[in-house]
């Protein structure tokens, strides 16, 4: 992510847990996990021992404080855990917590300009991700929008399934990590007007 001119932090496997998490999520400006999860929470290392659950909504007074002190809103969150941003007929607001904690300040969904969230919304194949992470991060590098991206990561994996019911998109879908913002999913013509990331 350095590379592509993000700040991260990289915890692994047993060295992470929900104080790690929410010590450091206030000053990332891409974020991704990948564990065990379900709607509008993930779990640390822990899991499932009681109290290895990360609530959206504890995300938010971090990032709230790290845009405060004059840290980039979050450009890009994959919130890789089963059902993350499933909506299983809660209303709009609710499974789209993790945006509105990672994306602030959270504006409608549709003003989110070059900020996005993806996150599955079934049970998604623990056996998979290596294969969908390898395509999604990618085609993210190599300039496709997370709408893309999203698109050829999971038609890699799931071919029969319709990307835009499997992984939902929550702010702006032609976000990009690398290249130009064009505000749609084609590469930027001379008559263009941009935005360099």
């Given at each position: 992510m350095a590379a592509l001119?993000?700040?991260?932090?990289?915890f692994t496997y047993p060295t992470w847990n929900a104080?790690?998490?929410l010590q450091h999520v206030g000053s990332v400006t891409?974020?991704?996990?990948?564990c065990h999860g379900a709607t509008g929470l993930f779990h640390d290392n822990g899991y499932p021992e009681p109290g290895s659950e990360i609530d959206a909504l504890a995300l938010g007074p971090p990032r709230q404080s790290g845009v405060s002190a004059g840290i980039p809103p979050m450009h890009f969150a994959f919130m890789d855990s089963c059902e993350s941003v499933a909506d299983h007929g809660y209303p709009p607001e609710f499974f789209a917590q993790f945006g509105r904690s990672l994306l602030y300040p959270y504006l409608p969904a549709e003003a989110l300009e070059g900020r996005a969230l993806l996150g599955w919304a079934i049970q998604a194949?623990?056996?998979?991700?290596?294969?969908?992470?390898?395509v999604l991060w990618g085609a993210l590098?190599?300039?496709?929008?997370?709408?893309?991206?999203?698109?050829?990561?999971c038609l890699q994996v799931y071919p029969t399934l319709d990307p835009t019911l499997t992984?939902?998109?929550?702010?702006?879908?032609?976000?990009r990590l690398h290249g130009v913002?064009?505000?749609?999913?084609w590469l930027p013509t001379i008559e263009d007007w941009y935005t360099w990331l």
């Amino acid at each position: 992510m350095a590379a592509l001119h993000h700040d991260d932090f990289c915890f692994t496997y047993p060295t992470w847990n929900a104080n790690t998490v929410l010590q450091h999520v206030g000053s990332v400006t891409v974020f991704y996990e990948n564990c065990h999860g379900a709607t509008g929470l993930f779990h640390d290392n822990g899991y499932p021992e009681p109290g290895s659950e990360i609530d959206a909504l504890a995300l938010g007074p971090p990032r709230q404080s790290g845009v405060s002190a004059g840290i980039p809103p979050m450009h890009f969150a994959f919130m890789d855990s089963c059902e993350s941003v499933a909506d299983h007929g809660y209303p709009p607001e609710f499974f789209a917590q993790f945006g509105r904690s990672l994306l602030y300040p959270y504006l409608p969904a549709e003003a989110l300009e070059g900020r996005a969230l993806l996150g599955w919304a079934i049970q998604a194949d623990v056996n998979k991700t290596a294969d969908i992470g390898n395509v999604l991060w990618g085609a993210l590098a190599g300039k496709a929008t997370v709408s893309q991206a999203r698109t050829a990561a999971c038609l890699q994996v799931y071919p029969t399934l319709d990307p835009t019911l499997t992984m939902f998109v929550v702010g702006d879908p032609n976000t990009r990590l690398h290249g130009v913002y064009t505000g749609h999913p084609w590469l930027p013509t001379i008559e263009d007007w941009y935005t360099w990331l």
